[in-house]
Nanobody, 124 residues
Framework: QLQLVESGGGLVQPGGSLRLSCAAT????????IGWFRQAPGKEREGVSC????????NYADSVKGRFTISRDNAKNTVYLQMNSLKPEDTAVYYC?????????????????WGQGTQVTVSS
């Protein structure tokens, strides 16, 4: 059974940076495309970014393009989300998720495995 654990969240000032990690156990991560999602209080969970199983293809929500970068290190069974120029509206619980399809998308329903989430708070 694939299990995902997110880390790297925290409190950061506007304009700052954080790097989130999604570590997998139980199965080689390179079989899965990985997505990052976030959910703010009172809002629906939304797709932020995703990366194909090979790492060759990535996708970003318009709200984070140019600020966030997704990457993966299959040898370490880990996917990263580098978040720069953070804004207060980026505040949310961030989740990573895995789908056995090789290509990725930002719709939640295609993902079968989810982590427990990590809180990101952007505030001065």
């Amino acid at each position: 059974q694939l299990q995902l654990v997110e880390s790297g969240g925290g409190l950061v000032q506007p304009g700052g940076s954080l790097r989130l990690s999604c570590a997998a156990t139980g199965f080689p991560l390179d079989y899965y495309a990985i997505g990052w999602f976030r959910q703010a209080p009172g809002k629906e969970r939304e797709g932020v970014s995703c990366i194909s199983s090979s790492g060759a293809n990535t996708n970003y929500a318009d709200s984070v393009k140019g600020r966030f970068t997704i990457s993966r290190d299959n040898a370490k069974n880990t996917v990263y989300l580098q978040m720069n120029s953070l804004k207060p509206e980026d505040t949310a619980v961030y989740y990573c998720a895995a789908t056995p399809y090789p290509n990725c998308g930002l719709a939640t329903h295609v993902y079968d495995y989810w982590g427990q989430g990590t809180q990101v708070t952007v505030s001065s």
